[in-house]
């Protein structure tokens, strides 16, 4: 079961970025349908869905064995006959994870704010007016630097199947049992 991902933690900026996101990469169920009436015979849709090891298979059948009475036509017609059937599971599943690795990059980026070496100093000085503080400050900032944890390592990860929080460095999903990519 793919849980829904809490839109409510997002602000109304992050929100309209990630509609928007997920609009461009999403899969078009008519463009997966028209792939399945066309060539699904020969595995079209699959490859559509990026399940490319059955679609070469679904192609291989087709084209090796349709010069023996038909064979290959008949064993890969039966197959994209079921597949009509998986076709909008398929699309739900790819907009779920779809979904999930939008909100996980959101997540991240939400608690990443890049400041250059040049801002960091210039912000402090505008909060102490007077220079003699101005090592002070230096000293600070290196010291806040050194005893933070990185903002990646401390915001919560999310899984992109399932959706659910992931905590420290797990290697799968407790609650679906997906690898978790090491890059999130």
Not at 18 to 42: C, D, H, R, S
Not at 80 to 101: R, S
Not at 125 to 151: G, H, L, M, Y
Not at 166 to 179: N, S, Y
Request: proline residues 4%; hydrophobic residues 45%.
């Amino acid at each position: 079961m793919i849980n829904t991902i809490d839109k409510t933690r997002l602000t109304d900026r992050e929100l309209l970025i990630f509609n928007q996101e997920v609009e461009n990469k999403k899969k078009n169920p008519i463009i997966a349908y028209l792939l399945w009436w066309f060539t699904g015979f020969m595995g079209g849709h699959r490859y559509y869905f990026g399940k490319t090891g059955s679609a070469i298979a679904m192609t291989l059948i087709f084209w090796l064995l349709v010069w023996l009475f038909g064979l290959g036509a008949l064993i890969t017609g039966i197959w994209a006959l079921v597949d009509v059937f998986l076709i909008n599971g398929w699309l739900k599943e790819d907009n779920a994870k779809i979904e999930a690795k939008i909100f996980n990059d959101l997540m991240i980026n939400r608690n990443i704010a890049p400041v250059s070496r040049e801002e960091a100093p210039a912000q402090v000085k505008a909060t102490n007016d007077t220079p003699a503080n101005e090592p002070e400050v230096k000293e600070q900032i290196v010291e806040e630097s050194t005893t933070q944890e990185s903002p990646v390592q401390a915001t919560p990860k999310f899984c992109v199947n399932c959706g659910s929080q992931l905590e420290g460095e797990m290697a799968f999903c407790p609650k679906c049992g997906t690898k978790i990519a090491s890059n999130l």
